[in-house]
């Protein structure tokens, strides 16, 4: 099996950053695309980004772009969301996921949470004002 852990949540103000950790153990061969979602209090889960297993495919929604930026270091099995300029918006419980099949390089692949096979427990971003 797989086992995602996130890591690097915390109580930032209006404007800061953070960096959030996913640590993948377990049959770590069996991951490809990899993404960062997020559940804002009392809403939905919603998609942030994702990355192909190289790397050399990300993703994000419109309302992140220009301030996140995922990637990934397969050597340390270790999947990374840098978030700047964080607004109140921003808070969040983000998770982590994995995909156990190569989706390829379609965005709808990458962006809907069902075609992810393995879940992180989640790290809470709280943004003050």
């Known amino acids: 099996q797989v086992q995602l852990a996130e890591s690097g949540g915390g109580l930032v103000q209006a404007g800061g950053s953070l960096r959030l950790s996913c640590a993948v153990s377990?049959?770590?061969?069996?991951?490809?695309?990899m993404g960062w979602f997020r559940q804002p209090p009392g809403k939905e889960r919603e998609f942030v980004a994702a990355?192909?297993?190289?790397?050399?495919?990300?993703y994000y929604i419109d309302s992140v772009k220009g301030r996140f930026t995922i990637s990934r270091d397969n050597a340390k099995n270790t999947m990374y969301l840098q978030v700047n300029s964080l607004d109140p918006d921003d808070t969040a419980v983000y998770y982590c996921?994995?995909?156990?099949?190569?989706?390829?390089?379609?965005?709808?692949?990458?962006?809907?949470?069902?075609?992810?096979?393995?879940w992180g427990q989640g790290t809470q971003v709280t943004v003050s004002s």
């Open positions: 996921a994995a995909q156990s099949v190569n989706q390829g390089s379609s965005a709808y692949y990458y962006s809907n949470p069902r075609f992810y096979d393995y």
């Open positions: 377990g049959r770590t061969g069996r991951t490809y695309g």
């Open positions: 990355i192909s297993w190289g790397g050399d495919n990300t």
